[in-house]
């Protein structure tokens, strides 16, 4: 059943890629060559994936998963400078700075040389099923979450946020967020991955065919964005705290205090996944309206800034999850931002009830 459905989704991104094709013919824009590429990368692994069960293990089938190991670490970093040239043409303007490019041109060679580093020089490659799918894995690569598939969903999160804003089309950013969110249950369900995949790539091939729009939203709609990503992102946040570290919902490992039931883990990194989905689109927007925080009363500059912090905090915290050895650095840093991101959305409440109370200039004006 699910080798039939592995084969759908190859199919599903041909499609796409027919669809990336003409935007290619018809625009001749060569960052777009990189999405394109990818999704023959897409399909291809998931054609791999779907007649595996029927080639069977041996050196044939580990021949041919080969190739997407290679495909993965030469391309999905590049989707970073895809959208880079995504927003510099609709004229944003950090986009256009040469700081931000050489930024984004570095961050793209290091993920690729460190994916390289395992995923095409030290590739040691096993058979491993699922369900009635057979595919060989590298376990050569370092345990923990993929850093260059991270930083690659968060810089699409930034560009489809971004993307929002310019020309007030969603998709782009819809289709990271699903597949940012879903990438947490891809250990469990490993289809819902390339099901995200799918949905992502659907999402860039419908950014690539938006035009300049002259409706950009103004600040205030951004800001009243921001701050609904906010009231959504902390209660999600506490849930995915109270699952994976409270003893009463299962066992903790003493030396990581992370879950030992794979159920448990799985629930609780993919609750909080979303929320570091929604926190960083809610940081983006936030940056965009209240920059550096310099302005305002010295309280709401301090909110500002104590949210800047946080953004550093939880971040460098869960970098610390990619390697085991470091996983309980990673929790305790996780838990001490329960309390900080907290503390801050308190000081939100605080400011959401001075925007609700009426000024007294205004109730003067009125009674004119």
Same mark, same amino acid.
């Given at each position: 059943?699910?080798?039939?459905? %592995?084969?759908?989704?190859?199919?599903?991104?041909?499609?796409?890629?027919?669809?990336? /094709?003409?935007?290619?013919?018809?625009?001749?824009?060569?960052?777009?060559?990189?999405?394109?590429?990818?999704?023959?990368?897409?399909?291809?692994?998931?054609?791999?994936?779907?007649?595996?069960?029927?080639?069977?293990?041996?050196?044939?089938?580990?021949?041919?998963?080969?190739?997407?190991?290679?495909?993965?670490?030469?391309?999905?970093?590049?989707?970073?400078?895809?959208?880079?040239? /995504?927003?510099?043409?609709?004229?944003?303007?950090?986009?256009?700075?040469?700081?931000?490019?050489?930024?984004?041109?570095?961050?793209?060679?290091?993920?690729?040389?460190?994916?390289?580093?395992?995923?095409?020089?030290?590739?040691?490659?096993? !058979?491993?099923?699922?369900?009635?799918?057979?595919?060989?894995?590298?376990?050569?690569? !370092?345990?923990?979450? !993929?850093?260059?598939?991270?930083?690659?969903?968060?810089?699409?999160?930034?560009?489809?946020?971004?993307?929002?804003?310019?020309?007030?089309?969603?998709?782009?950013?819809?289709?990271?967020?699903?597949?940012?969110?879903?990438?947490?249950?891809?250990?469990?369900?490993?289809?819902?991955?390339?099901?995200?995949?799918?949905?992502?790539?659907?999402?860039?091939?419908?950014?690539?065919?938006?035009?300049?729009?002259?409706?950009?939203?103004?600040?205030?709609?951004?800001?009243?964005?921001?701050?609904?990503?906010?009231?959504?992102?902390? !209660?999600?946040?506490?849930?995915?705290?109270?699952?994976?570290?409270?003893?009463? %919902?299962?066992?903790?490992?003493?030396?990581?205090?992370?879950?030992?039931?794979?159920?448990?883990?799985?629930?609780?990194?993919?609750?909080?996944?979303?929320?570091?989905?929604?926190?960083?689109?809610?940081?983006?927007?936030?940056?965009?309206?209240?920059?550096?925080?310099?302005?305002?009363?010295?309280?709401?500059?301090?909110?500002?800034?104590?949210?800047?912090?946080?953004? %550093?905090?939880?971040?460098?915290?869960?970098? %610390?999850?990619?390697?085991?050895?470091?996983?309980?650095?990673?929790?305790?840093?996780?838990?001490?931002?329960?309390?900080?991101?907290?503390?801050?959305? /308190?000081?939100?409440?605080?400011?959401?009830?001075?925007?609700?109370?009426?000024?007294?200039?205004?109730?003067?004006?009125?009674?004119?």
């Amino acid at each position: 059943m699910f080798s039939v459905l %592995f084969l759908v989704v190859a199919l599903a991104q041909l499609l796409l890629l027919t669809g990336f /094709l003409r935007q290619l013919s018809a625009r001749r824009r060569p960052a777009d060559l990189i999405p394109a590429g990818l999704t023959v990368v897409l399909a291809y692994e998931n054609l791999v994936i779907g007649i595996g069960g029927w080639v069977g293990e041996g050196a044939l089938l580990s021949g041919l998963n080969l190739p997407r190991f290679f495909g993965h670490a030469l391309l999905t970093p590049m989707l970073l400078l895809w959208g880079l040239a /995504l927003l510099r043409r609709f004229s944003t303007g950090w986009a256009m700075r040469r700081g931000t490019v050489v930024t984004v041109c570095a961050t793209v060679l290091l993920l690729i040389v460190y994916d390289a580093s395992f995923d095409v020089f030290g590739v040691v490659l096993e !058979p491993e099923r699922w369900a009635d799918t057979l595919r060989y894995v590298n376990v050569g690569a !370092p345990d923990g979450p !993929p850093l260059a598939a991270i930083l690659t969903g968060l810089g699409l999160l930034v560009a489809g946020g971004q993307m929002l804003v310019e020309t007030r089309s969603n998709r782009l950013l819809i289709a990271a967020m699903v597949m940012a969110s879903v990438a947490g249950l891809a250990g469990y369900l490993p289809i819902l991955g390339n099901v995200g995949e799918l949905v992502l790539m659907a999402g860039v091939l419908s950014a690539m065919r938006q035009e300049r729009s002259t409706t950009r939203m103004s600040m205030g709609d951004v800001s009243r964005w921001a701050r609904r990503m906010g009231w959504i992102t902390w !209660p999600l946040f506490v849930i995915g705290g109270v699952i994976t570290y409270v003893p009463m %919902f299962g066992e903790l490992d003493p030396a990581s205090g992370l879950p030992v039931s794979p159920e448990q883990y799985t629930l609780g990194s993919t609750t909080q996944g979303i929320w570091l989905v929604l926190l960083t689109v809610h940081a983006h927007f936030s940056i965009l309206v209240y920059g550096l925080g310099r302005r305002g009363g010295a309280l709401r500059r301090f909110h500002v800034w104590f949210g800047h912090a946080n953004l %550093f905090l939880t971040f460098g915290g869960q970098m %610390f999850f990619i390697f085991p050895q470091t996983a309980s650095i990673g929790s305790a840093a996780t838990q001490l931002v329960l309390v900080t991101i907290s503390v801050h959305v /308190l000081l939100g409440a605080y400011f959401a009830l001075r925007r609700s109370r009426p000024r007294k200039g205004r109730v003067l004006a009125s009674a004119a």
